[in-house]
């Protein structure tokens, strides 16, 4: 369903029949509403980005609610699309640490070099942000932070309160590095001039990893 690397992993989880019953739901209201990202995309951050590649998490809360924006990766639209306010604020950021002008919104680069890009929530009715907050897919995700976890030296970027709830559910010898949201509301109270893909890129370099490149 994943990959094989995931499949392995979390085959006690997508083989039960709590997470079955779930996903069986959610194939129901894709028949019956307009649900981003496509069906098909749902999974796109496990399928760009093996478990045993993973470097680098940065969380998101659910998906773009818009249409043709949500592409299955946190914080990433469609090639050619507007980029959203969170998202401009992060290439902004980029710019202002390594001079880096990004305008290509698909994120699908990151995650190619080991960039989790997972949202907690992984689908969104059409024009109703949160539709599917509170739903075993917050359960799902926390065991699959917790399972990158295990692994160790694995960097979290937690942008603003609800990403950084989850520094719960990430066990001991891993880097977090805490900002606010990138979000017009909050970029201003510590994300902007945090420096922190660089900072993000010193630790890597710091315990033998590859850096990533930042562009898009």
Not at 84 to 91: A, D, Q
Not at 202 to 215: A, C, H, T, V, Y
Request: charged share 25%; hydrophobic share 35%; glycine share 6%.
């Amino acid at each position: 369903m994943l990959n094989n690397n995931w499949d392995v992993v979390l085959s006690d989880i997508i083989n039960s029949e709590k997470f079955n019953n779930f996903f069986n739901s959610i194939k129901e209201e894709y028949k019956k509403e307009s649900i981003f990202p496509k069906f098909e995309d749902i999974f796109k951050a496990f399928k760009l980005t093996d478990y045993d590649g993973v470097k680098v998490v940065i969380l998101g809360q659910d998906p773009y609610h818009g249409e043709n924006q949500a592409n299955g990766l946190a914080f990433s639209v469609e090639s050619g699309q507007i980029l959203p306010p969170s998202l401009r604020n992060i290439f902004k950021e980029i710019n202002n640490d390594f001079g880096i002008v990004n305008t290509n919104g698909d994120l699908s680069s990151w995650a190619n070099q080991g960039v989790f890009l997972l949202n907690s929530v992984l689908t969104v009715k059409k024009s109703k942000p949160g539709s599917f907050s509170n739903t075993y897919w917050e359960e799902f995700t926390d065991i699959v932070i917790n399972r990158i976890s295990k692994r160790k030296n694995i960097v979290f970027l937690l942008w603003g309160k609800y990403a950084q709830s989850k520094e719960s559910v990430i066990e001991d010898g891993n880097y977090i590095i805490k900002t606010s949201h990138p979000s017009p509301f909050s970029v201003y109270r510590g994300f902007r001039d945090s420096k922190i893909f660089s900072e993000t890129n010193k630790i890597l370099k710091n315990i033998g990893s590859e850096e990533i490149d930042w562009r898009t």
